[in-house]
């Protein structure tokens, strides 16, 4: 169950996927967004208005594919990390997905890189041909071709060699302009050479409920406070309407990360009801949801 792994079941996924003539005429955003949070810069982002103005902002986001360009600009603004670009449309048996990536270094186009589904496996191998980075987004966006039969499974990628010793971040940033109408939106992305640098990234917010940034997470654990749990105490993060939905697994990863322990090791945060927001006439009595 999503609510219990924080991973997107097959039914859930199935739902996402748009006609075959759709998939054929070129990128288009799955947006992998299933539980009501209180956020929406992938509709507020969107330059097609493609991601439909949500009216109350723990809306789940929907999609109007007819709209959508697969510029990528919804991708790079997802606090969640939830929304990746496909394009099917080559039809010679690859296939792209572009994947919000924000650890370091970053690869280089080009570079063969393994491909690893939801469930942080290893399934297979893909190649970089574009990268993306924007003082608008901050996040990166990594293009990698990959057979067309994985595109809706390959959602992360690691890196083959170890370049962690690397200082200098990657110069290599590209923009490749794949038609028309992605060109509109991507002429106007800056790409910052500069993006990437443990400054930038200690600005990304986090908890949104708690307006909690990374560099505070990082500090964090730093101090000691190596459980989620821990970092929810001592900075409220997860406390907040979305009750750690959004931030749980970013800190859970964040500390897989600093501490070199397996992502499968980190306990997510103790969970109380109610499991997601409800109005107050919930309590006193009135309708219910
Ligand atoms: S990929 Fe671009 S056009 Fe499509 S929903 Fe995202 S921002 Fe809008
Ligand atoms: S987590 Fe991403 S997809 Fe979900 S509402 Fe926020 S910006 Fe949109």
Do not use: W
Request: charged share 25%; proline share 8%; glycine share 8%.
């Amino acid at each position: 169950m999503l609510i219990n792994t924080g991973i997107a079941t097959q039914e859930l996924i199935k739902k996402l996927i748009p006609s075959p003539e759709r998939r054929a005429r070129g990128p288009y955003a799955m947006v992998e967004c299933f539980q009501e949070i209180p956020c929406n810069p992938c509709s507020t982002s969107c330059p097609f208005g493609a991601i439909l103005p949500m009216k109350d902002i723990n809306d789940i986001p929907t999609i109007d594919l007819d709209r959508c360009t697969g510029c990528g600009i919804c991708a790079g603004v997802c606090p969640g990390l939830a929304i990746f670009i496909i394009d099917e449309s080559k039809g010679d048996g690859t296939a792209t997905v572009t994947i919000p990536y924000e650890f370091r270094p970053l690869p280089e186009k080009g570079e063969t890189v393994r491909a690893v589904n939801r469930q942080g496996n290893i399934i297979g191998d893909g190649v970089v041909t574009r990268i993306l980075a924007s003082k608008k987004t901050k996040t990166p966006l990594i293009t990698v071709q990959i057979p067309a039969e994985l595109v809706y499974e390959v959602r992360f990628l690691n890196l083959i060699d170890d370049k962690s010793n690397s200082e200098e971040p990657s110069s290599t940033y590209q923009s490749v302009v794949t038609d028309d109408l992605s060109s509109k939106v991507l002429d106007t992305v800056e790409i910052d050479d500069t993006a990437g640098t443990e400054n930038d990234e200690d600005e990304i917010i986090i908890c949104r409920c708690e307006g909690l940034t990374l560099g505070v997470i990082r500090d964090l654990i730093r101090e000691g406070y190596t459980t989620v749990d821990e970092i929810k105490r001592i900075s409220r993060a997860g406390m907040g309407p979305c009750q750690a939905r959004t931030c749980g697994p970013l800190i859970a990863s964040e500390i897989a990360r600093m501490t070199g322990q397996p992502i499968a090791e980190i306990q997510p945060s103790a969970h109380r009801p109610p499991v997601k927001p409800l109005p107050i006439e919930f309590f006193l009595g009135g309708d219910s949801e």
